[in-house]
Every structure is written in C-alpha cells, then in structure tokens.
C-alpha cells in the first residue's frame, strides 16, 4: 500500500509519497523516501520488505563504500529488489511484492538528474514519469495529466503534492498521511524537501476542488439563473 509519484521537470526530478503504511495488522506513518549516498529511493509494496531493502542496501554501500555513479547505484538496487522477489513471490502469492523509483545525478555529486523504475523481477529502466503502488492506478490520469516537463522541477513537486492529497484517504484508504515531496535540480548535489506549507495548500486545494467538483464537471446555468 502506497503511491509513489516520480516526474522530469525543466531542471530536475520531483519524487513525492504518501506516508501510510501497514505493520504488524496495523497504520502508522513515516516517510518512504529516503536519500542513501546522495540517492533517493521510495518503495512501494510489503512494508517489510521496504525495510528489507533499505537494510541490504546499507549493508551494500557500506561494502562498496559508496556510489561512483547513479548507474551503479540501480545495479545494485536491482539485485536486491531481485533477491526479496524471488524470495517471497511464491510464499506470499504476489508477483509484485516490492518496487522502486529511484533518483539521483547522473554521477552522484554532478551531472543531469534522473530517475529509475525498478520492477519487482529486478530490472530497472529510465523513467521521465511514473506513477505507482497501490494508490497508482487511481493517480495515474491526473498525475499524467498535471506532469509537463516545461515547467521546474519545483512546479512538479507542487502538483505532485496535491494529486497524493486527492487519492489519500478519500479515494484510496491504503495511502494517507502528509504528502513528502523530494527536488533534485540538475548539477545540486543534495535534495530539497518542498515546504510543508506548499505541501498544505495543495492539501487544502485538493480538498476545495472535490468538494467542489460536481459543480465545476456540470453544465453551466442558463443565463436567467446565473
């Protein structure tokens, strides 16, 4: 249970995420992107096998001593998200029980930003826009629809912000939570966090258009009534 939204802007990559997830029978929230070695990584899927990952991925960088580039990075997460699917797609019945998107500059510390998707089987392709977990199929029109990358990253990151807010809770009871919405510009070594407080607009913008929505989706009144 999740939704992961990753979108190319003019000057970067926005990366946001819900913040539910289930443990032990029961919800809680905590953040889902997290920045290893100048990477960001959001997981969709078991929330054990999130944590999982993030444990084999420490393990991994701390043998390798880092990353020399965002290419090695996804091998090496390809070959863990390989190694958890393999592990337990038969014993859970589930051929998608972890995923990935993935961000960073091209050589880690400069060059372009990019990003990832890395399929459960452990393959992992260039991605300018992705929509995913389980809230993805809800999201994935109005966040294709809002993407455009002519506008910045920033831009992205806003709009991305409000489209988790539309699915969270109302649409899908499995992603809730505050929004968390990562910005990676071209040649910035280090992430930025879009502010809570534009994180709380598209909240409360979210929450004006579908309260709202009928009127805007019906025919205007005739003239006499308006």
Known sequence: MTLLIGAAGSDGIALGADQKMMLGGEAYYSRKINIVEGVAFATEGYTGLAEDFLLLL???????????????????????????????????ENDSPIGLIMAGLE????????????????YGEIVRFRCSGS??????????FLHNEKE???????????????????????????PNVAILLNEQKSFQWLPTADVDEMGRAAKSCKADLWRRLGPAPPESMA
């Open 135 to 144: 809230g993805g199929t809800y999201a994935n029109t109005l966040a294709k």
């Open 107 to 122: 050589s880690i510390s400069s060059g372009p930003a990019k990003m990832y998707y890395i399929y459960p089987q452990g």
């Open 152 to 178: 910045s990253a920033e831009e992205n990151a806003r709009r991305i912000a409000f489209v988790i807010n539309w699915i969270a809770e109302d649409v899908d009871t499995n992603v809730g939570g505050t």
């Open 58 to 92: 420490s393990q991994e960088v701390a043998r390798k001593k880092g990353f020399g580039s965002l290419y090695e990075a996804k091998t090496v997460a390809e070959d863990i998200i390989w190694e958890l699917g393999q592990r337990y797609m038969k014993r859970i």
